[in-house]
């Protein structure tokens, strides 16, 4: 046996020594390890020498069936489990044979993932589904709530199950991929959607009929909603009936009895074999009557070869109407005497038969031996025509009209169709099928009417046709462009009612509206993660929805990320100070985020001292201070343009700053004793310690700050200096304009929200409503038609948070989809460095343009968008995030609504046609409506324009 | 004293306010330097830095084994000394002659010290300029902000900049500085394979990523039936490809364009060159594979120069750190001999160096059974460039408040700049002196330039 001493790592360590003095312990302990795959084993051998050899399942070196090991201990799994997939890993001392140490591993199938299934909403009964996953094998096979499903192997990421579903699953289900023992594995589960199947029901038809006695009459049973149509008949609740009520067959051919029963009505039942609740049933009236005669018209008819002639026949005495038809005696006829249908169509054969007189007999069903007789007398006739009916018609694109051939003068009816020419048309005039169905194309053509010919196929030069007038459908109406771009700018893009808010306001007014709004509070929250979710929530849908934009603008300016302030009350009251100053004076915003303990530790302003005291003056705040949050490096221009060879501070300017801010610490902790640099806290603003402050004058950026200022009178001289620096106006204002309205602005647009900046008309510096009111108002960012450099490219959030408020849908409060955004670049509340998730001054690669968001769009952040949005129109959101697509399913019969409707949601009309038509040609093969659905929206959102805000 | 290569002359530091402004600002622009820096590059070779995080033990990765000093460090260290239970200590010998010792967990790439592909690198950190002890604790001279803090350490150690400033990684500056060799090449340049990271990201040069074993495909392709899937292909490539009339969005859809392309070369790559070697499971072997695979598809793609971000975490050894530490330098060195092993069968041994960063290193003196955060580190080069089987910088004497300790800890005060460290490989990949001041704004402050471990 062996010895059941499977340490674990961690426990080992401290056991070295006596107790395993003679044992070989082998690393890792019990494991498991997918087929194919490689571990790396080590065996810990307190021996000397410390050799060993290794075997599984007493091999040495292992096989191909149990896997093989390296000499080094590099187990590698077979390819396929073996049918005893635990197998044993031992490490045998080469030295003394008798000790070992071993370990077991399990092996198993490699872990299918399940990604989709469509539809992952459907009825119970029979159901086929699309499994799109990854890691499928043949044998794999799928299972709702751990019940198998009858599965198909397509491939390794796809598989199909055509199943019935008990109507006991109705509701959420969990489906999982399952791959079979040995080494059963399963996959994570995805949650489908079972509903109510429908009732089965049963109709019977003709609801009545009346019978002599004695009579016959065929009733039908139609069961719904069930793939079992059999049933059982009864009459008057006896299964088959008897002589006294009449009998009816298995096929439901009812004999009336040869008495009248009492009372003289029956009702004939057809019960459901798959259901004995679902019945139909039918009335029958009998009576004694006069026997039963037919008779039939026309009684004599001459017709010419290759020509039809309708015959009725009447049946009397009988509530049995039917009769059946024969030629000289045949059933139907032939081709030599001619044929006639089971509605006594009689159809001409082709040739003269001898005699060229034939009998056209019609015989009662319910009393074979009634009949009637017809002579029809036989010539060679007329040509074969062919009208067409409808002989005009307009039809939208993308739609379908049926159009109807009926060929006169030969039994042979049947017609080919073609557009313009084209048998069966193309997807240029439209296409028509075999029944006359004619599809419009999806763009109308030029010209607009195309010509439907029906041809008689026995005669092909008879032909007729029809026109048909391709029109656009009734006009999707497209929202105002000029306020859906105000709202990309103003606001996380439009929703429905911005747009009508904006159009009854007026840009300034709604504005003016959206600066009296209340703050959407951002409350601190025990965790940063929920901190994380609110912030994605409030972008979605905020109604303060202006001030949510600048907040995130001012958040790429002065930065403070949760990758060092980890807990919610070191990041969220940074928030707040940008929120309650987004529409105040810039300088009361640095000098907020100066004294706040949430900057202070990021930047570490906290317990920055005098020199020569504790740590020091820090130059960390300082630096940024004037680097990021408001001069930059170099000296710009009123427009934003940079001043040739002019830095705008120097290391001195930034040593000398640091002095003037020392002095600050920690706010105290409630109910703690004030220390001179106190520990970590962050409730309330950082307190002046004057001790550590540096009193001598300072001289930087130009201004000089005497001797002998306390911390707080310091800090508001420095920061008045630099709020004064002319950079301030045109810095802000470029950062600002690119993150708003466009990564390229001219300068003079810069200029203009600078002059807003440094004087809002009223004699006020960094008045933060006219910047906003600047920036939005501008003619430049007003300009619909878009200049050949304009646009910025949307940020993660941006695109997201947009796409959502497009789509009129919903981001949960906890949505927890904050991982797929630290994957594109851009974790809420965690940018990388006080450099933001990107550069303000980012250069588009091998463009001569500026494109700061393109710093974090790279080939694989662009694939993880599409692939985030797509599972999001393919409503893999979850509870975290959902989107409407009502509004495309209901037009999506018509190719051309729903790319008008897709074009006028996402990109307000300006779909270029050519992007159309390449849509259109996708959707035409497009499995479904959802399908087309999705893919009208997928391939729109994939584009650049819909990538681009401008 | 163990140090070599490195002299210890010191330069009197520049005053601080001399550092040019130019050197951290978006707005340099690099035209010129490149034009200077590289004439004529016809090979290819990238740099593949394996980030440490948490703060790898260098005090346990390379021990000293002369007999005074392993005694030494056997009593300071005490209940973390090696060897431990997890195997004997992997004796190694500079070419001076000098023992060292590798952590056993190290056994993956032993034979490649001997074979001189794998060199040591003692005692490499952040620094502003040269600092003894005494400078150190007179704060005599200007330090990196925040010493000891994992976050603003990863920040620097990845951008090069004592005060993590800048917003631009070191190797993204050094793929600035190598793009025009690139030539028409849009494949990126500079590639993480562990989530977007600061040290890939360049002025010019984007930080890309990708995520080990995924082929960047388009999932919304992926759908029944195939046709609607390859129609929906078919309209994309006409959207992407489409002229709108603005820079802009076609700018967004070349990344698209880029991305379709990328995609269909990371499925051939996955398929149509298997390579003989194999790479061990887990986070670290996965990345390596991956960027084994872009490098196969170097004359597909053009390019000529290229950097690789790998990461592996778990170095924060507070506590159990013997037998964790040895298992995670157990995947690190598993994962470097795989890779080496798969250069070597490309032909591409010498144009490959692989790298190791760590934020920081940690306290000599141990706390329990585990170890407090440091600063000057230990780390390993190997490459088939690599002047191997020797040790560069210094592995500093085993002292509690020796001359390189900090404090009384054994916190080692680096005895190598990063900027050093970086610019070493930085002029190996092809950049001159002038691109190298601009990567390294600090190294004009060390003495040597270039120590010598590549050539």
């Not at chain 1, 039918?282 to 039939?296: D, E, F, N, R, W």
């Not at chain 1, 045949?330 to 001898?354: D, E, F, H, Q, R």
């Not at chain 2, 120069?305 to 157990?330: E, M, P, Y």
């Not at chain 2, 490309?346 to 000599?364: M, P, Y």
């Amino acid at each position: 046996m062996l010895p059941k001493l499977y340490l674990m790592p961690l426990l080992a360590i401290p056991l070295a020594g006596a107790l395993q003095a003679q044992t070989i312990t082998v690393y890792p302990g019990p494991a498991t390890i997918a087929v194919g795959t490689t571990r790396s084993l080590s065996a810990y051998v307190p021996l000397s020498p410390n050799t060993i050899q290794w075997s599984i399942n007493d091999v040495v070196g292992g096989n191909s069936t149990y896997g093989t090991i390296t000499p080094a201990g590099v187990y590698t799994a077979p390819v396929v489990p073996p049918p005893a997939n635990v197998i044993t890993v031992k490490a045998t001392s080469t030295a003394y044979p008798t000790i070992f140490g071993a370990g077991t591993i399990t092996i198993t199938q490699l872990v299918p993932s399940v990604w989709s299934s469509y539809p992952s909403t459907f009825p119970a009964g029979e159901v086929n589904l699309s499994i799109n996953g990854s890691n499928f094998l043949p044998t794999t096979v799928m299972t709702l709530n751990d019940v198998p499903l009858p599965t198909t192997y397509v491939n390794a990421t796809s598989i199909k199950i055509k199943a019935t579903i008990p109507a006991t699953m109705v509701g959420k289900a969990l489906l999982r991929a399952t791959q079979p023992a040995p080494g059963a594995v399963k996959s994570d589960p995805i949650t489908v959607t079972i509903t109510a199947p429908p009732a089965v029901t049963v109709s019977v038809a003709p609801a009545t009929a009346a019978l002599s006695l004695g009579a016959t009459r065929q009733f039908t049973a139609t069961v719904a909603n069930s793939s079992n149509t059999g049933v059982t008949w009864a009459v008057n609740n006896v299964s088959g009936g008897n002589a006294m009520v009449g009998t009816i067959s298995a096929a439901g051919l009812y004999t009336a009895p040869m008495a009248l029963p009492s009372p003289a009505t029956v009702t004939v039942s057809a019960t459901s074999m798959a259901s004995a609740t679902a019945k139909g049933s039918a009335v029958v009236t009998l009576s004694s009557g006069p026997p039963v005669s037919v008779t039939i018209t026309p009684t004599s008819s001459a017709v010419s070869l290759g020509a039809t002639r309708q015959f009725a026949a009447t049946v009397a005495n009988s509530s049995n109407m039917a009769v059946t038809w024969t030629v000289n005696g045949i059933t139907g006829g032939n081709s030599t005497v001619g044929t006639v249908s089971a509605s006594g169509l009689y159809a001409a054969p082709a040739a003269l038969p001898t005699p060229a007189t034939v009998t056209v007999r019609a015989t009662s069903v319910a009393s074979p031996s009634a009949y009637a007789d017809a002579q029809v007398t036989l010539s060679a006739g007329p040509p074969v025509t062919v009208t067409v009916s409808p002989t005009a018609a307009t039809v939208s694109t993308g739609n379908t009209q049926a159009f109807t051939a009926t060929v006169t003068n030969s039994a042979n009816t049947a017609v080919t169709w073609s557009v313009n020419g084209v048998a069966g048309g193309n997807s240029t005039v439209g296409t028509i099928g075999s029944s006359g169905l004619y599809t419009a194309p999806a763009v109308a053509p030029s010209p607009s009417i195309v010509t439907i010919t029906a041809a008689s196929l026995a005669s092909p030069t008879a032909q007729a046709t029809a026109s048909v007038t391709i029109q656009a459908p009734a006009p999707v109406s497209l929202p105002n462009l000029s306020h859906a771009r105000f709202l990309e700018q103003a606001a996380f893009g439009p929703t429905a009612s911005d747009l009508q808010q904006v159009g009854q306001l007026g840009y300034s007014a709604w504005i003016d509206q959206q600066f009296a709004m209340a703050e959407t509070p951002f409350n601190v929250g025990a965790d940063v993660n929920v901190a994380r979710a609110n912030w994605l929530w409030r972008m979605a849908h905020a109604p303060d929805q202006l001030r949510q934009r600048v907040v995130a603008a001012l958040a790429k300016i002065i930065v403070i990320s949760a990758n060092k302030n980890i807990y919610a009350n070191e990041i969220v009251p940074y928030y707040q100070t940008l929120s309650r100053n987004a529409f105040g004076n810039y300088r009361t915003l640095l000098g907020e985020i100066t004294i706040s303990p949430q900057m202070g530790k990021y930047l570490d302003l906290a317990n920055s001292t005098k020199p020569g005291t504790g740590s020091g003056a820090n130059e960390n705040y300082p630096r940024e201070l004037l680097q990021l949050f408001s001069i930059g490096l170099v000296k710009l221009n009123p427009d934003g343009t940079p001043v040739p060879n002019s830095p705008s501070y120097t290391q001195a300017d930034v040593a000398q700053l640091a002095r003037a801010l020392t002095g600050w610490t920690y706010p105290t902790a409630p109910g703690g004793a004030p220390g001179m640099n106190n520990w970590e806290n962050f409730s309330g603003n950082m307190e002046a310690r004057e001790n550590n402050h540096d009193t001598t004058a300072k001289s930087f950026l130009g201004c000089a700050i005497p001797a002998g200022k306390t911390v707080a009178v310091e800090t508001g001289l420095a920061l008045d200096c630099i709020f004064a620096h002319a950079n301030v106006g045109p810095f802000i204002a470029l950062r600002l304009i690119r993150d708003l309205v466009t990564s390229n602005p001219s300068a003079a647009y810069v200029g203009r929200v600078a002059a807003a900046f440094n004087d809002n008309g009223q004699g006020i510096r960094g008045d933060m409503k006219a910047v906003v009111k600047a920036i939005l108002l501008d003619p430049e960012a007003r300009n619909d038609v878009a200049p050949a450099d304009s646009g910025r490219l949307k940020d993660p959030h941006y695109h997201f948070a947009s796409f959502v408020r497009q789509l009129n849908g919903q981001v949960s409060p906890a949505i927890q989809l904050s991982y797929l955004f630290d994957q594109m670049g851009q974790m809420p509340l965690t940018p990388p460095s006080v450099f933001a998730f990107y550069s303000a001054l980012y250069r588009i690669p091998r463009v001569p343009l500026n494109g700061p968001e393109f710093q974090i769009y790279t080939p694989t952040e662009s694939v993880l968008r599409a692939n985030f949005f797509y599972s999001i129109l393919t409503n893999q959101g979850g509870s975290d995030v959902s989107v409407d697509l009502a509004p495309f399913q209901a037009v999506a019969g018509n190719i051309t609504s729903l790319i008008d409707t897709v074009d006028a949601k996402l990109l307000y009309g300006r779909m270029p046609a050519t992007m159309k038509q390449s849509i259109a040609k996708a959707l035409a093969t497009a499995s479904d409506n959802n399908q087309r659905v999705v893919t009208a929206l997928y391939l729109t959102v994939l584009s650049g324009q819909y990538a681009v805000q401008f | 004293m163990n140090n070599k290569k490195i002299g210890h002359s010191r330069r009197h530091f520049l005053k601080a306010a001399a550092v040019p402004l130019a050197a951290t600002t978006g707005l340099t622009k690099f035209g010129l330097v490149n034009a200077l820096a590289q004439q004529g590059v016809t090979d290819y070779r990238a740099l593949v830095c394996i980030f440490l995080v948490g703060g790898n033990d260098g005090h346990n990765t390379v021990i000293p084994r002369t007999s005074s000093e392993y005694n030494l460090y056997k009593t300071i260290r005490g209940s973390l000394a090696l060897p431990d239970s997890n195997g004997p200590v992997l004796d190694v010998t500079a070419l001076n002659g000098t023992p060292y010792g590798l952590n056993n967990g190290l056994q993956s790439i032993h034979s490649l010290w001997a074979a001189q592909k794998l060199a040591v690198v003692g005692n490499v950190g952040m620094l502003v300029q040269p600092t003894t002890r005494a400078q150190f604790l007179g704060s005599a001279v200007p330090l990196p902000s925040n010493l000891f803090s994992h976050s603003d350490q990863i920040i620097q150690m990845q951008t090069g900049t004592p005060t993590g400033s800048g917003g631009t990684g070191w190797a993204g500056r050094v793929a600035d500085q190598m793009q025009p060799a690139n030539g028409s090449s849009t494949f990126p340049a500079s590639l993480s394979m562990s989530g977007q990271s600061i040290f890939c990201a360049g002025n010019v040069v984007q930080s890309a990523s990708l995520i080990p074993g995924f082929d960047s495909a388009l999932y919304g392709l992926n759908i029944w039936p195939a046709s609607a899937g390859a129609a929906r292909a078919t309209a994309m490539q006409e959207i992407f490809t489409m002229n709108s009339g603005l820079s802009v969005i076609q700018a967004a859809n070349q990344v698209r364009q880029d991305a379709a392309a990328l995609s269909a070369m990371l499925k051939s790559a996955g398929s149509s060159q298997p390579l003989t070697t194999q790479f061990p499971g887990g986070t670290l072997g996965d990345q390596l594979k991956q960027v084994t695979q872009i490098i196969q598809l170097r004359n597909q793609t053009g390019i000529k120069r290229q950097v690789f971000f790998c990461s592996l975490g778990g170095f924060d050894t507070h506590s159990s750190q013997s037998w964790q530490q040895w298992d995670l330098l157990k995947q690190v060195s598993q994962a470097m001999l795989a890779f080496y092993n798969a250069t070597v069968e490309l032909g591409l041994a010498d144009k490959v160096t692989t790298f190791t960063e760590s934020e920081f290193g940690r306290s000599l003196q141990p706390s329990g059974v585990g170890s407090d955060h440091g600063w000057g580190n230990h780390h390993l080069v190997l490459g088939g460039a690599v002047k191997g089987g020797d040790l560069y910088g210094a592995i500093p004497p085993m002292a509690l408040g020796g001359p390189n300790d900090s404090g009384t800890r054994g916190v080692l005060i680096p005895s190598v700049s990063l900027d050093q460290y970086g610019a070493t490989m930085a002029k190996w990949f092809g950049l001159n002196d002038a691109a190298i001041d601009l990567v390294f704004p600090n190294l004009k402050f060390f003495p040597t330039r270039d120590i010598g471990f590549l050539g």
